[in-house]
């Protein structure tokens, strides 16, 4: 079980955690989902994400489109990005069909402490960043974020994150 707690403290930080620690790890069928507040990094590590797997198109916040698929471009899994922030229930979730796509594609649902129940077997990222105080105009990235990964079931006993 993975249960560790890093820091980022820029964004080119958040998006390495995704393209070297995060995704090395992953394969078709797997689920991570995204906690944090709004400028936490979820976007910007799910960018880091979707190069390292070699997906087509450029990540972005899908929050009005609520999920986009992003095409393998090196015969990898596609990656689903989902932003579940505008959705009002499990139930809404549930209606975008998500798991007609979750075995063939690596699915990343921000705001998504109700995609639990997609799959026992999941990575969930918890993102803090500060919060309140002077803002620091030498620090644009809005301070050094701190997060926790942990996994859930079977899928991911006896895995450990590259490089910790």
Avoid: C, N
């Avoid at 958040?14 to 976007?43: C, E, N, Y």
Wanted: aromatic share 4%; glycine share 12%.
């Amino acid at each position: 079980m993975i249960d560790v707690t890093l820091e980022a403290p820029d964004a080119e930080a958040m998006r390495d955690l995704g393209a070297q620690v995060i995704a090395p790890l992953l394969r078709s069928g797997d689920l991570v989902i995204l906690t944090g507040d709004l400028g936490a990094g979820k976007t910007t590590f799910t960018q880091g994400l979707g190069s390292a797997l070699g997906v087509r198109g450029d990540i972005a916040s899908p929050t009005f489109i609520i999920a986009r698929t992003h095409p393998s471009l090196v015969d990898g899994p596609d990656l689903v990005h989902v932003d579940a922030y505008r959705l009002g229930s499990l139930q809404e979730l549930d209606d975008l069909d998500l798991d007609t796509s979750l075995d063939d594609a690596v699915t990343v649902v921000e705001w998504g402490e109700g995609a639990a129940s997609l799959s026992e077997d999941r990575l969930h990222l918890t993102i803090l960043r500060p919060r309140g105080g002077a803002v620091d105009m030498d620090d644009p990235s809005g301070g050094v974020r701190s997060v926790r990964i942990t996994s859930h079931g079977d899928r991911w006993e006896g895995i450990a994150l590259p490089g910790l």
